[in-house]
């Protein structure tokens, strides 16, 4: 492998492993994928640390609560995936997730909202978040899991991470590239 490709790759690395310091918000909204464990744990722990007392699953639909120190899931809260064919076949599930998320947030009356996912996964959710969020009405903080975070530069080259960077990256530009054709 040249310098450049080497070069490039780590940049891309970079800029994909990304998460913000958490704030008081509204809600936690988990997206799901590889390392749901993790993903879920961190969902989690920021309630417990009391960012938000609502966290919502768009996938799923469904939205819990914390109740007398434990997080429960919400009464009425459903319990279905996500219709995939409500939407254009060519949207990534993530994208999916994030319109499911805004609408929830809406119905809800959410203003301020933690999204949570895999570090390498935020910088895609901040990408995709700004076309469906309205900045005007909505305020999102990004949190990659303290559980999955990145290893050092060299881990960069394992054969996962190779692997995650190349599609993550792709993913970002397939979005790109569609949200400017419709």
Known sequence: ???????????????????????????????????????????????????????????YQQVFVMSEGQIVKA????????????YPDYYENTHVEALLAGKMTEELGFRFAIMVSAP????????????VFDP?????????????????????FTPKNLKLTIVEAAKIVSFLAYKNVV
Do not use: W
């Open 75 to 86: 009464p009425g809260s459903r319990l279905r995936p996500f219709p995939l064919n409500a």
């Open 1 to 59: 492998m040249n310098r450049f490709k080497i070069t490039a790759i780590l940049i891309c690395y970079r800029y994909l492993n990304f998460s913000e310091a958490p704030e008081k918000s509204d809600v936690v909204v988990l997206f799901v994928g590889p390392d749901q464990d993790q993903r879920l744990k961190e969902a989690h722990q920021l309630k417990y640390e009391g960012y938000a007392d609502t966290l919502i699953i768009p996938a």
């Open 120 to 131: 390498y996964h935020m910088r895609r959710i901040k990408i995709i978040s700004s076309r």
């Open 136 to 156: 005007e009405k909505f305020q999102i903080q990004y949190i990659g899991s303290r559980y999955l975070q990145p290893g050092s530069l060299v881990s960069v």
